[in-house]
């Protein structure tokens, strides 16, 4: 599975490898390439395949982001944001038993 990242380049599972999703706040000055970066080497060194990206926004604050995540067939979503990002990805992952991770970014 190939899944588009925010910055252009291509994320592939391989078989037998989790895929984590970044639910990301766009407007929060913290989710900087730097973080980006950073949360990207943690979630490969763990063993994840991706990251794939999703951006939030003003009508969709997270909650069918990370419904597209679990269709996509990640076993990790994680939050970016602040606490309302927090909130709507974890509506999103409810009663799913898909784990769910959190960078505070408020």
Known sequence: MTGSTDGGT????RPGQPLA????NPSKP???AVVRGLLERELRGAGY???VWLETSVSEPGT???RLALAAGASLVVAAGGDGTVRSVAAGLAGTGAQMGIVPLG
Do not use: D, E, L, S
Request: with cysteine.
């Open 10 to 13: 291509r994320a592939t599972t």
């Open 49 to 51: 395949a991706g990251p």
């Open 21 to 24: 999703c970044v639910v990301v």
């Open 64 to 66: 069918m982001q990370a």
């Open 30 to 32: 913290r989710a900087t």
